[in-house]
């Protein structure tokens, strides 16, 4: 069964500095991997997603991810942090492109000015 | 266009009292996901229906929750008889062809 693992509940990063998120997953096949961000009292938005084309993809707000199948991750970076980017962050894992999401713990993002 | 959406988007319950929530996916999206958000259990599937059938009900906690999906469009979750904790962020996503799920902005339903 799919699962994915997401170390360290909340995150804290200085305004300007670098937003590292870690993603582990496990999957039986080739897997489709998303990363959600939720806002306060909101839904799940897509940040970007990974579907066996490129390794490195581009995601909305500057975001980024790359995939290694070698080391089983989908780590999500951002250059430098702004304090929009203060959100909840979700790593998810579907074995089949339109199939059920296994989603991580979830990060929590603090930006500190 | 209209995103998902979800009604009510709040909801305070009695303990044993049923519960209906709906969702309208984005149209034309034939795939439709229920996952429940709490916060000793984080996100959870529920139940997946393409077009009106549910191939997959495996998440579903229990007997007392029931889904349908009508028209290829609108989909109810039920829960019967309510404990508290059913209490969380009940979530519905849509999906056409392209993998990706895209999310409503949930019902919060508090069991008293």
């Known amino acids: 069964a799919q699962s994915v693992t997401q170390l360290g509940s909340h995150v804290s990063v200085s305004e300007g500095a670098l937003v590292l998120l870690r993603c582990n997953y496990s999957?039986?096949?080739?897997?489709?991997l998303f990363w959600y961000v939720q806002y306060p009292n909101q839904g799940l938005q897509l940040l970007l997603k990974y579907t066996s084309a490129a390794t490195l993809v581009k995601g909305i707000n500057g975001f980024e991810a790359e995939f290694k199948k070698s080391e089983t991750s989908f780590h999500l970076t951002k250059p430098s942090a702004h304090m929009s980017d203060a959100a909840e962050y979700f790593c998810?894992?579907?074995?089949?492109?339109?199939?059920?999401?296994?989603f991580g713990k979830g990060n929590q993002v603090v930006v500190i000015p | 266009g209209a995103g998902v959406s979800q009604s009510p988007s709040n909801k305070v319950t009695e303990k044993g009292k049923d519960v209906e929530l709906r969702c309208d996916p984005i149209?034309?999206?034939?795939?439709l996901y229920w996952y429940r958000q709490s916060l000793g259990q984080g996100l959870e599937f529920l139940i997946y229906f393409q077009g009106n059938s549910a191939p997959d009900k495996s998440g579903l906690p229990s007997d007392r929750f029931s889904a349908e999906r009508t028209g290829g469009s609108v989909s109810t979750l039920t829960i019967q008889r309510t404990q508290q904790e059913d209490s969380a962020v009940y979530l519905c996503?849509?999906?056409?062809?392209?993998?990706?799920?895209?999310f409503g902005p949930g019902t919060r339903l508090l069991v008293l």
């Open positions: 998810a894992v579907s074995e089949d492109g339109n199939n059920r999401l296994a």
């Open positions: 149209s034309g999206h034939t795939a």
């Open positions: 996503a849509s999906s056409s062809a392209s993998e990706t799920q895209y």
């Open positions: 999957s039986s096949v080739p897997p489709y």
